[in-house]
């Protein structure tokens, strides 16, 4: 069972290279691959979840070189969990592409891009909750965030370049102190490997260790979103096309999130800043609701709620005790799920109505009920609605944080409290808009263009529409002839609304809703698992032995 470990990272690397070998060509093929393969690391990350359920963590070293030298990869319980949840998201996104007609519309993108680049993701994914030292957990990051920037500035709007321009600028700029923290730990302890550095750091001065735990959790903040690093996500995420906006909000920030569990239970334990661990969660907490709350823009308000809702998961890091880590645990695979479900039911509504701007939408919920449903359930789920999922993660966090009873722990035991009901406010708020209330005068139709990328500013002879002419998402466009109405494209040419959405989308909607739905039916095993991952991650004894074999 070992050598599963490596398949789900080198699977998607694979098939990349065999998509940039082929081209455009066989877009029908390419797009078969593409959902193989992932189907198949889905697959791969249930029988690596249950079988470190069943034996304990398992690893495996590359090139049988032995730890510090050679790339060790670790499934353990977090691990095996983090990444089938990941890969069904994945799954569920790409399909969903595919039904936007993303990846296989425009002749200057074809498959050829999107889909290497989204595959090259998937591997960056997996290789960040699989690697077992600092140094490929570094690799992990960087392979996720080159495709990630590919993603994010596909298209090469002036929106969609300014956006990406800021996460790359911050991406930089983490990338560069974590190269700095990881230099300073070897110098320290002489190796990199988690294993290892669990017995050596405890023996490091406690300034040094201070230090290297301060420069990890900055890197790890600054990736995960946590106030007050997570200015640049608002304005970086909602630019995006919607599959990619929703595996970004649904994955990238987790993966800070997983690094800061990871960190701190295995190297840190009885970690020093857990006073301003909770801090940032409690701010996190409040300030990311507050904004969602001032948002009229509903790609705007998930972005907001999704720096609101770190602050729950960095509240069970910070506590550090077993039924705050479960509870923390349990709510990022919640919260992957629900918060990707929203970003493309999002898509649906910019693809139908032309705009995701709530003043300019309405009586969605009669005209289309499905989408209506759809938002609903997670939205719901979001909020903390007994007895979904969303509600077993919170009692969770807030029972750990009676049980622990000091007074960063009850601040945010009500910080929480109030988050929830704020988070529940914006909801209802999103549903009177765009789905309860009647549409309001001059709502976009059928055949609106939204964004056109061929319409520059500098073209002298359109300045005049270029004036009249809004970007996408600004709820205003352009009408076009009846019957040119054509999926979403990549480039940014024409992005037009439909009354009738392609199946794919509301498949991959309703199987991503399902799924959410499907934690609350299995909250029981859930819980009970995360309980036994909380409890390996505290012990540690388990993973070392696994990669030290002692």
Request: charged share 15%; proline share 5%; with cysteine.
């Amino acid at each position: 069972m070992n050598a599963l470990v490596p398949l789900p990272v080198l699977l998607p690397l694979c098939v990349t290279g065999l998509k940039l070998a082929i081209g455009p060509r066989l877009q029908r093929f390419q797009r078969f691959i593409s959902l193989a393969v992932l189907g198949a690391v889905l697959v791969l990350s249930v029988l690596l979840m249950i079988a470190a359920d069943r034996h304990g963590p398992l690893s495996v070293h590359l090139g049988d070189f032995a730890p510090p030298i050679g790339i060790t990869l670790v499934a353990d319980r977090l691990a095996g969990l983090m990444l089938t949840v990941s890969s069904a998201v994945t799954l569920l996104v790409h399909v969903y592409s595919l039904g936007q007609g993303m990846a296989d519309r425009d002749d200057q993108t074809p498959v050829g891009v999107f889909h290497p680049a989204y595959l090259i993701l998937v591997a960056g994914v997996s290789c960040t909750f699989l690697a077992g030292d600092l140094v490929n957990l570094y690799v992990g990051f960087e392979i996720m965030l080159v495709a990630s920037f590919v993603l994010l500035t596909i298209g090469g709007t002036a929106t969609r370049i300014r956006a990406g321009s800021t996460y790359v600028i911050i991406s930089l700029f983490s990338s560069v102190l974590f190269l700095v923290a990881i230099a300073m730990t070897y110098a320290f302890a002489g190796t990199v490997n988690f294993a290892q550095l669990a017995g050596r750091l405890q023996e490091a001065p406690d300034g040094a260790r201070t230090l290297l735990e301060a420069m990890l959790l900055t890197v790890f903040a600054i990736k995960a979103a946590v106030f007050p690093l997570a200015a640049w996500l608002p304005d970086s995420y909602p630019t995006a096309p919607a599959p990619v906006t929703a595996v970004f909000a649904g994955l990238l920030t987790k993966v800070g999130v997983y690094s800061m569990l990871r960190t701190q239970t295995l190297l840190f334990p009885g970690h020093r800043l857990g006073d301003l661990l909770m801090l940032a969660a409690l701010a996190s907490m409040v300030v990311g609701i507050l904004g969602a709350v001032a948002q009229t823009d509903l790609k705007r308000v998930l972005s907001f709620t999704l720096i609101s809702h770190i602050g729950y998961m960095v509240f069970g890091i910070a506590l550090a005790g077993r039924g705050s880590i479960s509870g923390a645990i349990v709510y990022v695979a919640h919260h992957i799920t629900v918060q990707t479900t929203l970003f493309l039911v999002a898509g649906l509504v910019e693809r139908r109505d032309g705009t995701t701007e709530l003043t300019r939408l309405g009586g969605l919920a009669k005209s289309a009920p499905l989408v209506a449903v759809l938002f609903f359930v997670p939205a719901m789920n979001l909020a903390g609605i007994p007895p979904l999922s969303g509600f077993i993660g919170k009692v969770g966090l807030m029972r750990a944080g009676i049980d622990n009873g000091g007074g960063w722990a009850w601040a945010l035991v009500a910080g929480s409290a109030a988050t929830s009901l704020l988070t529940l406010y914006v909801m209802a708020k999103v549903w009177n808009l765009a789905f309860w209330r009647d549409a309001p005068p001059g709502a976009e139709g059928e055949g609106v263009v939204l964004e056109s990328a061929g319409d520059e500013p500098g073209d002298d002879e359109d300045d005049e529409e270029d004036e009249e002419a809004p970007a996408a998402g600004s709820g205003r466009g352009r009408p076009v002839p009846a019957g040119a109405v054509v999926s979403a494209g990549l480039l940014g040419q024409s992005i037009t609304t439909t009354k009738r959405l392609p199946w794919p989308m509301l498949l991959a909607t309703g199987a991503a809703v399902a799924l959410g739905l499907l934690y609350t039916v299995l909250g029981g095993p859930l819980t009970t698992f995360t309980e036994a991952a909380a409890a390996e991650l505290l012990a540690r004894t388990p993973y070392i032995e696994a990669v030290l074999g002692r």
